[in-house]
């Protein structure tokens, strides 16, 4: 595997100038424009670097879409991996995966925008948990993801079956990670300039809250956001820190016995516990949102 920053660049450019003007000439002769499949989207990030175990951790894709994925293979750990590798010249190789990254994400958003029925429902919510976990690679860190965000956003209003199809994205969405950090970071990069946009910050949020507090029994089968307040409440008490620090310590005791130089001291167990704290608090504040309570709700 090579990457190729300026071969990639002259791709993006060569792709985009066929496909504007496909999409001048559409009024005057019948043609389509090319848009990739899930698999050719996964070919790209392999070919930017990514390897299979970092981008589909279990339960992040659905079934139906696991054999096309499934045909790559796993790159060995001496080939360049974006989540581990380690290169002589960082700073310019993350400049180099944003600029290819950004370019991918123009394209999607073009295709998505000329073509909006392109992707199945389906095959749209996979889309979404796949860029979700990208976007969460660490050479992507303090990075300007605004053409990501665009593309989230078209492929948001993209699906038809939107009250659905919710909940079956919050699903997915939990598999993304399993620190509350990047959960949080999941949740910010839904732009809320939408009504869908809002509608999936606060159900993904008091989704992240469940799943951090090991309560996904409490997720409704079907989207209810009369319900959400009602649901933080009952969830409220958990969050205090002592709580938290309490099901820490409990999950400590439940993993193989960690050597004496890993095992975390009472202090790094408080740090642990009001730093989770916090980021539960910054979720509960997005499900609460900004717009007036309905009588039920206050």
């Given at each position: 595997?090579?990457?190729n920053?300026?071969?990639?660049?002259?791709?993006?450019?060569?792709?985009?100038?066929i496909?504007?003007?496909?999409?001048?000439?559409s009024?005057?002769v019948?043609?389509?424009?090319?848009?990739p499949?899930l698999?050719d989207?996964?070919q790209?990030?392999?070919?930017?670097?990514?390897?299979?175990?970092a981008?589909?951790?279990?339960?992040?894709?659905?079934?139906?879409?696991?054999?096309?994925?499934?045909?790559?293979?796993?790159?060995?750990?001496?080939?360049?991996?974006?989540?581990?590798?380690?290169?002589?010249e960082?700073?310019?190789?993350?400049?180099?995966?944003?600029t290819?990254?950004?370019?991918?994400?123009?394209?999607?958003?073009?295709?998505?925008?000329s073509?909006p029925h392109?992707y199945?429902?389906?095959?749209?919510?996979a889309?979404?948990?796949?860029?979700?976990?990208v976007s969460?690679?660490?050479?992507?860190?303090?990075?300007p993801?605004m053409?990501l965000?665009?593309?989230?956003l078209?492929?948001?209003?993209?699906i038809?079956?939107w009250?659905?199809?919710?909940?079956?994205?919050?699903?997915?969405?939990?598999?993304?990670?399993?620190h509350?950090?990047?959960l949080?970071a999941?949740?910010?990069l839904?732009?809320?300039?939408?009504?869908?946009?809002?509608?999936?910050?606060?159900?993904?949020?008091?989704?992240?809250?469940?799943?951090?507090?090991?309560?996904?029994q409490m997720?409704?089968?079907s989207w209810q956001?009369?319900?959400q307040?009602?649901?933080?409440?009952?969830?409220?008490?958990?969050?205090?820190p002592?709580?938290l620090?309490?099901?820490l310590?409990?999950?400590?005791?439940?993993?193989e016995?960690p050597?004496?130089?890993?095992?975390?001291?009472p202090t790094?167990?408080?740090h642990e516990a009001?730093y989770?704290?916090?980021?539960?608090?910054?979720?509960?504040?997005?499900?609460?949102?900004?717009?007036?309570?309905?009588?039920?709700?206050?």
């Amino acid at each position: 595997m090579s990457l190729n920053p300026d071969v990639s660049a002259n791709a993006f450019q060569a792709l985009w100038e066929i496909s504007a003007y496909q999409n001048i000439a559409s009024d005057k002769v019948s043609t389509d424009l090319w848009c990739p499949e899930l698999k050719d989207v996964t070919q790209a990030f392999y070919n930017f670097g990514a390897c299979a175990s970092a981008l589909f951790p279990a339960g992040l894709v659905q079934h139906e879409f696991m054999s096309e994925i499934l045909k790559f293979p796993e790159y060995p750990l001496h080939t360049a991996d974006i989540k581990n590798e380690v290169f002589p010249e960082e700073a310019h190789f993350q400049l180099s995966l944003v600029t290819m990254l950004g370019d991918t994400f123009k394209f999607l958003t073009l295709c998505v925008t000329s073509h909006p029925h392109c992707y199945p429902d389906r095959q749209c919510l996979a889309l979404l948990t796949l860029l979700c976990r990208v976007s969460l690679d660490k050479n992507l860190r303090k990075q300007p993801l605004m053409d990501l965000q665009q593309l989230l956003l078209v492929l948001l209003e993209g699906i038809q079956g939107w009250q659905e199809k919710l909940p079956e994205l919050c699903r997915s969405l939990c598999h993304v990670s399993q620190h509350h950090h990047n959960l949080v970071a999941v949740v910010r990069l839904f732009p809320d300039a939408t009504t869908r946009g809002r509608q999936l910050r606060r159900s993904l949020s008091l989704y992240f809250i469940m799943k951090l507090l090991g309560k996904m029994q409490m997720v409704p089968n079907s989207w209810q956001e009369e319900i959400q307040l009602q649901q933080l409440c009952d969830l409220l008490p958990l969050m205090k820190p002592a709580c938290l620090k309490q099901a820490l310590q409990k999950a400590q005791k439940l993993q193989e016995e960690p050597a004496k130089d890993q095992q975390e001291t009472p202090t790094d167990l408080d740090h642990e516990a009001c730093y989770l704290c916090y980021n539960l608090l910054v979720l509960a504040n997005v499900v609460v949102g900004t717009e007036p309570a309905s009588p039920r709700e206050q």
